[in-house]
Nanobody, 123 residues
C-alpha cells in the first residue's frame, strides 16, 4: 500500500505565505504525477496544482503566479509554496499521487490521497 502524509497547514494572515509538504511512503516503484487539491464545505474538491515526474506543471487559474508546486523525486515528496494568500484560499488541502507499487506478489497501479491539512487565511 501507499500512504501520503501532508504537513504544513495552519492559520495565516492575508498576504502571508506558507508551504505544504506531502511525503509518499510504501513499496513504491514509481510515481507519475503528484498534485494538490482543495475542498471547502459544500463544494467539490478542485485541483490546485499538479506536477508530473518530468516536472511539467499545471495550476488552477486562481492560484497562478501565487503558488508554486515542486517535487523531490528522491524523497517521493511534493511541495506547495503558497504566497500572497487570500481568505478565498481557506480550505482543506489534499495531496494526491499516482504510480506503481509492489504488493509483494506483483506490481499494481495506485492512486492515493492524503488525509488533508487545513489552511485558514484570516486576520
Amino acid at each position: 500500500q501507499v500512504q501520503l502524509v501532508e504537513s504544513g497547514g495552519g492559520l495565516v494572515q492575508p498576504g502571508g505565505s506558507l508551504r505544504l509538504s506531502c511525503a509518499a511512503s510504501g513499496s513504491i516503484f514509481s510515481i507519475n504525477a503528484m498534485g494538490w487539491y482543495r475542498q471547502t464545505p459544500g463544494k467539490q474538491r478542485e485541483l490546485v496544482a499538479r506536477i508530473t515526474s518530468g516536472g511539467s506543471t499545471n495550476y488552477a487559474d486562481s492560484v497562478k503566479a501565487r503558488f508554486t508546486i515542486s517535487r523531490d523525486n528522491a524523497k517521493n515528496t511534493v511541495y506547495l509554496q503558497m504566497n500572497s494568500l487570500e481568505p478565498e484560499d481557506t480550505a482543506v488541502y489534499y495531496c494526491n499521487a499516482d504510480g506503481t507499487y509492489n504488493t509483494g506478489i506483483r506490481w499494481k497501479l495506485f492512486n492515493a490521497w492524503g488525509q488533508g491539512t487545513l489552511l485558514t487565511v484570516s486576520s
